[in-house]
């Protein structure tokens, strides 16, 4: 008697199987129980076309018209050309005025003169002999003078001089003392 209970047994367990097996992997799934789909994709009407042709008057008629644009090679990254007076038809665009770029600033004018300078021996350094009014100054390259003015070279005939607070430059050439200054 116990082994028949386990013959029933072994044989409730295979129908069991049988029928997951059966299933899972032989039997779809509806297109229903895809995700994303719903009801109304399911109710597809394909097209009532009746005696599907070709309709070469329609074809004729695009292969005989010709393009009126601008033509350029679409390989080259240039700019096109501007088009030409004759093709300019039609209102002109009267936007909104945009006014001018403010005139560039003036140039850097130093008051006062360059009249000399002095090196010592062993050094590259250069001493610069700068006068404004009755005022002397001895200025090495990057000191400051006129309290908005740098001297950035000094140079055998001329001196570099930058305004400090714009970054423009002036070159000051030098300049021989008159009679009365000695």
Do not use: C, W
């Not at 393009?67 to 209102?91: L, T």
């Not at 850097?108 to 100054?137: C, H, I, M, W």
């Amino acid at each position: 008697m116990a082994q028949r209970l386990k013959i029933y047994a072994l044989s409730a367990a295979l129908v069991i199987l049988a029928y997951v097996v059966y299933a899972n992997y032989f039997s779809r799934p509806s297109v229903q129980d895809l995700p994303g789909v719903t009801a109304a994709d399911t109710k597809f009407v394909p097209l009532d076309v009746r005696e599907p042709q070709l309709r070469l008057d329609l074809l004729a008629r695009i292969q005989k018209s010709e393009y009126s644009g601008e033509h350029r090679n679409i390989f080259v990254a240039a700019p096109p050309p501007p088009p030409a007076p004759a093709q300019q038809s039609g209102p002109k665009f009267v936007g909104p005025r945009i006014p001018p770029p403010p005139p560039p600033p003036p140039p850097l004018q130093v008051p006062g003169e360059f009249f000399g300078y002095a090196s010592t021996r062993g050094t590259a350094g250069r001493v610069a002999f700068f006068k404004n009014g009755d005022d002397v100054q001895l200025l090495a390259e990057g000191d400051t003078f006129l309290g908005n003015l740098r001297m950035i070279h000094i140079g055998d005939n001329a001196v570099d001089v930058q305004e400090i607070s714009s970054g423009r430059h002036a070159t000051v050439q030098m300049v021989q003392p008159s009679a009365q200054d000695q």
